[in-house]
Each structure stands twice: as C-alpha cells, then as structure tokens.
C-alpha cells in the first residue's frame, strides 16, 4: 500500500515538471548541418588513422621479411661451403710425388687421386706430375717445387714451377690463381707459367693474358711477354716466344691424349697447342680427309711432338715445312 503511494506521488512531479518546461525547440536547418559535417570529418580521420596503422604495419611485416632475407643470404653465402672444383692427378712423369694433406703423414700420390684443400704436393729433381682442374684446365708441376691447394681455386707456390693451360672455349668459368712471394697471378684464358726462387718471381705467358696482382697495384702482360719481379719489387720485361725451351718440360708433363675414335684433326688441334703452334693444311682436300678420320689405339706416356710424328706415321698424312710456328700437314698421295 505505501510503495503504490509513494510512486502516484512521484509520477505526479514529473508531469509537473514537464509542463513547467514545455516543449523542446528543434535545432535548425543550418545547425543540424553543421552537426553532420563536424561528425563526417571526425569520422574521416577516424579512418585515415586506421588506415595509416594498417599501412604501417604492412610496411613492418614486409620490412622485417626483406630483412630476414637479407640475413639469411649472409648467413648461407658464409656458412655453407663453397663449391669445389674438382683437381685430380691426369699424369705422373718419374718418380711418385709426395702429398701431404692437413692433419695426415707424407705418403706419395696415386694416378687418378683428388687433391682437397689443404694438401700440398712436392716433387723432387725426377718427378713431374700434371693436375686436371675441372673440364678445362690442366696444372703441371716441375721438378723440385712444392704447391699447396690453399682454397677450391686458389693454390700457393713456394717453390719451383706451375704451368696452367686454361682453355679459352672450355675453362673460361674457372678461375684460378697462383699465389707467390711476389704478388697473385690470375689469368684470363690462357697458357702460362710461374717460376719462383729464392730471389725472384717469373711469370711467362705463351697465350692470352694474366694479371699480377701485388700490394703496390696490378701488372698486366700479354702472350709472347715475360715478367720478373725482383726483390726489390721491380718489374722487368722481356720477350719469349711460343716455342720458347722454356715450354718444354711443360709440353714433356702433357696429360696424354685419348685418341682412340677422335678424328685426326682434333688430335692436331691438341698437338699444335701443346706446342705452341698452329696447324695449316696444304689444301682443302687434305683439311677434309683430317676432319672425317677416325683415329684408333693410344699415345699413352708420349710427349705431343713424339705422339704426332707416331699417329701421321700410321696414316696416309704427312708433314711439310711451314715454319717453326705452323705444323704442315699434307696427304701423302700426289694430290698435294
């Protein structure tokens, strides 16, 4: 009963209230729009910003993955090994030469073995060895010298003689250098050889070019040039000839060639590079007949000038004089 009255009486008061007050006036036309365009701005950037933070995160997630990956290329170009070129022993000319590899005895080298970084190989005053780098090249090594493979394309002479044949059309991928006392050599494609003493450092180049890379800046030299570098870090040129002696105990350490089913031009082509030569033929004819026979048997532990004397002998070719730079090469018969 009370709580009904109490709540007629408060009813009442408001009604009261309310009439007191009258009606509320409606806001205008000019007022009402103003009010639409103050909430549509706010509303604009209300947007704006969300947009912007969504951008800004983007921007973040993509940063932080372009950063990853720059990371991880760093990570895997210093951790993971570098890819080898494969160095095998291709000949062995005397005694057996000796290797030692890191953290191994001194044993000697076996025909068909794979030197890893690390090993060095000596020779002494009877031994010569020559080296298959990948498809390419061919690394011989003279008496009395000691080589060590320092890195996958990198090896350090201490002593005696290299001699790299790097064909142009073959090896032009494979880059090698030869580290001495007197600086680095690398080469472009070529035929050349590093002889180091105790007192200075040889590099003579029978083709192509090489770079000499010391600490007080780059020498170039071209075929048909020698340079020497004296203790003083003079350099001092002079001139060698393809067919210079000084190739020869290179041309003796020659991997042999497999002629067996080669044609007789592409043993010429070996031979006349071996050399330091170049073939000519009498004629057309002759050209022909070298490039279509096919050879048979093996020059094995024949230098080049001994196997090519033995393989023209055994066919209906034969030489002809055409200088000291050429090998002559002609058919038998009267037609040339």
């Known amino acids: 009963m009370n709580r009904d009255h109490t709540d007629e009486t408060e009813d009442d008061g ?3 209230l309310l009439r007191q007050v009258g009606a509320r006036d ?3 036309a000019a007022a009402m729009d103003e009010v639409r365009q103050a909430v549509h701005a706010e509303w604009r950037a209300v947007v704006a910003q969300r947009k912007r933070q969504r951008r800004t995160l983007t921007f973040g997630i993509a940063a932080s993955i372009a ?3 720059i990371v991880a290329s760093w990570v895997l170009r210093f951790a993971a090994p570098e890819p080898g070129i494969e160095l095998t022993v291709a000949r062995i000319e005397g ?3 000796l290797v030692t590899a890191r953290g191994e005895p001194t044993r000697a080298l076996l025909m068909g073995e794979s030197i890893s970084v690390g090993a060095a190989l000596s020779t002494d005053d009877a031994t010569r060895i020559a080296l298959q780098y990948g498809a390419g090249t061919s690394v011989r090594i003279d008496r009395n010298s000691t080589i060590e493979r320092v ?3 990198r090896f350090l002479l201490s002593a005696g003689a290299v001699y790299v044949d790097a064909h142009p059309q073959v090896a032009a991928d494979a880059s090698l250098v030869i580290e001495t006392r007197a600086g680095e050599v690398r080469h472009l494609g070529t035929q050349y ?3 180091q003493s105790p007192e200075t450092v040889e590099v003579s180049i029978r083709e192509g070019r090489v770079e000499i890379v010391r600490t007080n800046g780059a020498a170039l030299a071209s ?5 020497r570098i004296t203790p003083g870090d003079e350099i001092e040129r002079s001139v060698i ?3 210079d002696p000084d190739w020869a105990w290179a041309e003796a350490a020659a991997p042999s060639f497999e002629i067996h089913d080669r044609t007789l031009a592409e043993f010429l082509e070996w031979a006349a590079r071996e050399t330091g030569r170049q073939v000519v033929y009498a004629s057309r004819e002759a050209q022909r007949a070298a490039e279509t026979l096919k050879l048979r048997g093996s020059v094995a532990g024949l230098d080049p000038e001994t196997a090519l004397t033995a393989v023209l002998s055994t066919t209906e070719f034969a030489r002809y004089e055409a200088g000291n730079e050429l090998i002559g090469v002609r058919l038998a018969g009267p037609a040339d």
Not at 223 to 227: I, L
């Open 14 to 16: 408001v009604e009261a």
């Open 26 to 28: 409606e806001p205008s």
């Open 67 to 69: 950063l990853v990956a």
């Open 95 to 97: 005694q057996g030469p």
């Open 151 to 153: 890195a996958p394309d």
């Open 193 to 195: 050889q590093v002889r």
């Open 223 to 227: 075929a048909g040039e020698r340079v």
């Open 241 to 243: 000839s393809a067919q």
